[in-house]
């Protein structure tokens, strides 16, 4: 089992329209300052969990992982970034081989400022590109333009990321095959070691939904939807990425460490306001949920408060294990999961389950032999459908 630590930076320099993740504008010129304090606090807090007799007793582990998201984690400035990662080290421990990363929206990076980051131990850095088109962009309410994305990449390589993330954004309103296209390819000559895509959702709260609501703004066509996702596929496949997650791909040994704890149900603890937990239980052996309100002021005045959901026991684990490994390319080995959980896969999941998923793997959605399920890049496209069977 590894272990990652996540760190939910909540300040943005304004909100994007179709964006449902907690964060708040940055004005108080000493937030940055307060809310460090905090997250060090809780951080160095954590120790709490390691006592034997405390009521939610964790094994204490090194992460090998450390991911700031948000928010826009690069508004701080990379000492506070410094401070912080001291003091997971001075809590958890060190681990020498670690992969430490850092959303960055290519709107608040310069050289110097990646520089920085990279000193302090920031060694891979996702950003946030979403598109090459100036018109999309624009109309995703990004603060950036393209021409600012390439800038901040070719920053970031001469700062010395050599790990670089790139998230791009499908499936808009107005957003054609061509423009699509174009985006990959742009993102193609970059040469990032990973991308992620993402369909654009409309998320409760976010002023897309309620523009959609209005009939201001329409959802894109679901085919032309899907369109777009495989022609994305084909051609990052067929320039040598992996497809490793159904919205990820990477050069070969650049999967997204941190990621992978949640698709492999590893452990991991979040900090700061709006980060959810999920770690192993020391006594019970069964995976606990907590998490902080997504509530900036209230995280500032008492930064241990977390609320901590109904324990999972076995049956828990064992279907969120399946149905967040089933969005990896490799699947499940039918034989790991028993060692795993002492059970045989179907045996928990029953013949009718066992069933309804032979017939995606007769349409070709999935695929199974003797140790091994998963859904195929077919399967990927309906998901849902086919991970509802193990809900
Ligand atoms: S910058 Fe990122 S976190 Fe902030 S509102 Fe936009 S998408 Fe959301």
């Not at 760190?7 to 307060?34: G, M, N, T």
């Not at 390691?50 to 826009?72: L, N, R, V």
């Not at 067929?238 to 949640?262: C, M, Q, T």
Request: charged residues 30%; glycine residues 8%; aromatic residues 12%.
């Amino acid at each position: 089992m590894s272990f990652g630590v996540y760190v939910h930076v909540p300040f943005c320099k304004s909100k994007c329209p179709y964006c449902d993740f907690y964060s708040v504008l940055l004005r108080d010129p000493e937030a940055k300052e307060k809310y460090t304090d905090a997250v060090v606090r809780e951080i160095r807090s954590f120790k709490r969990f390691f006592e034997d007799d405390a009521e939610h007793a964790f094994m204490k582990q090194a992460p090998d992982s450390i991911y700031f998201g948000g928010g826009t984690p690069s508004l701080m400035e990379p000492i506070r970034i410094k401070e912080i990662i001291k003091a997971c080290d001075d809590t958890f421990g060190r681990e020498d081989d670690r992969e430490v990363t850092l959303e960055a929206n290519p709107g608040t990076v310069d050289q110097d400022s990646l520089k920085g980051f990279r000193a302090m131990g920031v060694n891979r850095l996702s950003l946030g590109v979403q598109s090459f088109d100036d018109q999309i962009l624009k109309k995703l309410g990004r603060i950036h333009k393209a021409a600012d994305s390439v800038k901040a990449f070719e920053d970031a390589r001469k700062a010395g990321f050599g790990n670089i993330s790139i998230d791009l954004i499908f499936g808009i309103e107005g957003q054609s095959m061509e423009s699509w296209e174009d985006s990959l390819r742009q993102a193609l000559e970059l040469e990032p070691e990973h991308i992620s895509l993402y369909s654009l959702e409309f998320m409760e709260g976010t002023v897309f939904t309620r523009m959609l609501m209005e009939g201001r703004m329409k959802e894109t066509d679901p085919e032309e939807d899907r369109k777009m996702y495989e022609r994305a596929a084909a051609v990052l496949t067929e320039a040598g990425y992996v497809h490793y997650e159904i919205s990820n791909f990477a050069k070969p040994g650049f999967e997204s460490r941190h990621n992978l704890k949640y698709w492999d149900l590893d452990d991991y603890a979040g900090f700061g306001p709006g980060a959810h937990s999920y770690m192993t239980d020391d006594e019970t052996g069964y995976g606990q949920r907590f998490y902080h309100a997504g509530d900036l002021e209230g995280y500032l005045r008492d930064p241990l408060k977390v609320t901590f959901m109904e324990p999972n026991g076995y049956a828990d684990d064992m279907v969120e294990y399946t149905i967040t490994a089933l969005r990896l390319s490799r699947g499940i080995s039918k034989s790991e999961f028993s060692d795993r959980f002492g059970q045989e896969f179907w045996g928990f999941f029953g013949d009718l389950a066992r069933l309804q998923f032979g017939s995606f793997v007769d349409t070709g959605h999935a695929a199974e032999d003797e140790d091994n399920i998963r859904l195929t890049l077919k399967g990927f496209n309906v998901s849902n459908q086919i991970l509802s069977l193990f809900v």
